[in-house]
């Protein structure tokens, strides 16, 4: 079986909240394949700006742009009409959390319930209503949205992140049926990973939660990126469905 990955030369990629962790993973496996990767970040430009400097090939820039206004995602659109002239790849990984016990819902305050959504949810719906539709004038791709096993298990940093990924991956069907035939619209559902958001929790209580999957170890954030990669540029003929890159965690 041939298992060599299809070039991505002269396709254009787009990955919010890009300036670290999963986003940056996603960025430089788009760029080994080939594409010319736009990274976005709210407030991180030096972050972004090295992540660009770290892509293999050329082409590839930082853009300031905060998924929950949107008239910053507009001016992004106009960004790529002008600049790029297409995009074939949309990956909305810009995310927030902050860590609630989940029976401390008196800590759960309304503000931090609305900004959890504000970000996870809306913000997905934003860059899709923004971006999506030049991937359609531009010759068809794929959007792919990142969620968590948090939305199927129902524990995570808070009840608002399982919340708000549960809603990801519900908008993620409707807007496949939206975007269809020209463009798919995908999950992919990591567990927990090696990222700057596992810090939340002592060494100790991250290896405890590493045995609650079947792999029992944490993921690192370039295999949750092939997963990402693939999903957009090689399952050409699946939308709507969320792909689970979670170590077998939903065994236990």
């Not at 074939?88 to 902050?98: E, I, R």
């Not at 590493?210 to 944490?218: G, P, S, T």
């Amino acid at each position: 079986m041939n298992t060599q990955k299809s070039s991505l030369a002269g396709e254009v990629a787009l990955v919010t909240g890009a300036s670290r962790g999963i986003g940056a993973a996603v960025a430089l496996r788009f760029a080994e394949r080939g594409a010319k990767v736009i990274v976005t970040h709210r407030d991180s430009a030096g972050e972004a700006d090295a992540v660009v400097a770290s892509l293999p090939g050329e082409g590839h820039r930082a853009v300031k742009a905060d998924v929950s206004d949107s008239g910053a995602l507009a001016d992004l659109a106009d960004s790529v009409r002008g600049r790029e002239g297409r995009l074939s790849y949309l990956v909305n990984n810009a995310g927030w959390t902050t860590a609630i016990p989940h029976h401390k819902l008196d800590e759960l305050t309304d503000e931090i319930m609305l900004k959890t959504f504000e970000v996870n949810t809306f913000g997905v719906f934003r860059a899709c209503r923004a971006l999506g539709p030049i991937i359609h004038e531009t010759g068809g791709g794929a959007i792919v949205n990142i969620s968590s096993v948090a939305a199927s298990i129902g524990m995570g940093s808070s009840v608002a992140y399982c919340a708000s990924k549960l809603a990801v991956e519900s908008m993620t069907q409707t807007l496949a049926r939206v975007f269809c035939p020209e463009v798919r619209v995908m999950a992919v559902a990591p567990g927990l990973t090696a990222t700057d958001m596992i810090k939340m929790w002592t060494p100790e209580e991250q290896q405890k939660r590493a045995q609650m999957n079947a792999m029992k170890r944490i993921a690192a954030p370039a295999e949750v990126a092939e997963a990402v990669v693939s999903t957009a540029a090689d399952f050409t003929y699946s939308t709507g469905s969320v792909i689970k890159v979670e170590g077998g965690r939903a065994l236990f």
